[in-house]
């Protein structure tokens, strides 16, 4: 079968090319990509290239497919597999795959490392590596967009069962956010902050009683408001907070919002070190700093008050994804309700990905959604309405939008489908 899909060469060498795939063994599954959200990880090895650990040293021979938060549907499932996935069936994607014998395979993933597996493609192979780490998931959820996101809503999970405390007298660390303390979620309305906030209120089993969220842009602070409202975080038992840090004295403004006592909770959204120490200085007792965003640059580091870590029990950890239970929980979140449609502020077709991908930094607003059959230019939502007066597709792509509050939508996504150009 032949497969359209961007592969990468070399640093910011990304090609949209058809070409054969091969017959599937019988440990392998023939899979459909019909969405795929572009991620910053993808700008990071596009541009990097072989200096990124996941990218192959040999790409200039044996490309790789881009793309790693994908879903799709089963086309032909190998003799092995036929017990558990069937043809037809819709799925998502764990990229973050692991061996069994050790720590050999950790760094290799989908989107970073195979020649026929990635989300920027109109099929894949998905191969045994995958499948063995039982990271085929099936989704049962309306649309495909909600299982593309479940990968991102994955890191926002794991991050929030990674953060631990400590209980005194006791080496024990007591693992998850503290449930019915105060957390901050500072440079928190992009993209993952948005998931993040999503998650927060809409989990069961813990939240917190405060959530601040904090940006210096006032626009996006606005949006996320009208997205998830305080109004909604309160019959959800959370006070929420939006909070524009860029006047005098933010910490003091935070600190003030929990009566000086600080946050047990702190999750730091950009990688920006007036933003980490910032994060640090509103610790409470106890307080677990988590530095979400990952920097690009190897020596990037930023100023820590030691003094509270040795008194004061503040403590900070590090989380790049999430696992596969985190994906499953993503998964069942989407069943429950939780509907990711907030992070999408774009979208395009195939045709897109490649000056999407190098540019992203520059695109402002959250992710940017691929239709991988599709031949549809980089689109905000918010541009619809202009490019609806030439073009019938976007009129009717805004209508459907303007009902759903500005936002993307599985109505949306099913006209998309239905009539924009193919690829």
């Not at 950790?106 to 490392?113: D, K, N, R, T």
């Not at 007792?285 to 930023?302: K, M, Q, R, T, V």
Request: with cysteine.
């Amino acid at each position: 079968m032949k497969t359209k899909a961007v592969r990468l060469y070399g640093k910011k060498d990304l090609r949209l090319e058809e070409f054969e795939l091969p017959a599937i063994k019988e440990d392998e599954i023939l899979a459909k990509v019909v969405s795929d959200s572009i991620c910053m990880s993808s700008y990071k090895a596009a541009t990097q290239g072989t200096d990124h650990k996941r990218i192959p040293n040999d790409v200039a021979e044996n490309p790789i497919l881009i793309g790693h938060e994908f879903a799709g549907e089963l086309v032909e499932v190998g003799a092995k597999w036929q017990h558990k996935f069937k043809a037809g069936q819709k799925f998502s994607i764990q990229p973050a795959i692991y061996y069994n014998d050790g720590p050999v395979g950790v760094l290799s993933a989908p989107g970073y490392s195979y020649q026929y597996i990635g989300g920027d493609a109109t099929y894949v192979i998905i191969p045994k590596d995958v499948l063995v780490q039982d990271c085929l998931l099936a989704y049962e959820g309306p649309g495909y967009y909600p299982a593309s996101l479940a990968e991102p809503l994955s890191c926002v999970i794991g991050a929030m069962h990674a953060n631990y405390h400590t209980t005194p007298g006791s080496y024990k660390h007591d693992m998850e956010i503290v449930d019915g303390g105060k957390m901050a979620i500072l440079a928190g309305v992009g993209p993952m902050g948005l998931a993040a906030i999503n998650y927060v209120i809409m989990r069961e089993d813990r939240k917190p009683s405060l959530l601040v969220v904090t940006d210096i842009d006032q626009a996006r602070l606005d949006r996320a408001a009208s997205i998830y409202s305080p109004e909604w975080a309160k019959s959800k038992g959370i006070e929420l907070i939006y909070l524009n840090t860029s006047g005098e004295d933010p910490v003091a403004k935070l600190r003030g919002l929990t009566d000086g006592e600080g946050y047990n909770d702190v999750f730091v959204f950009a990688p920006v070190p007036a933003v980490i120490e910032q994060g640090d200085a509103i610790l409470g007792h106890d307080g677990c700093l988590n530095f979400f965003a990952g920097p690009a640059n190897p020596e990037f580091s930023a100023k820590l008050n030691f003094y509270n870590v040795h008194y004061a029990y503040t403590h900070i950890v590090g989380t790049s994804g999430g696992n596969n239970d985190d994906m499953v929980e993503s998964l069942e979140m989407f069943g429950k309700g939780l509907d990711p449609a907030g992070l999408v502020t774009h979208i395009g077709g195939l045709n897109a990905v490649i000056d999407t991908t190098l540019d992203l930094p520059n695109i402002p607003g959250g992710k940017k959604l691929i239709y991988t059959h599709k031949n549809i230019p980089l689109t905000a939502i918010s541009e619809f309405e202009e490019k609806g007066k030439s073009d019938p597709l976007f009129a009717k792509l805004h209508e459907i939008c303007q009902r759903n509050n500005e936002l993307w939508s599985v109505e949306a996504e099913d006209y998309l489908l239905a009539n924009a150009q193919d690829i």
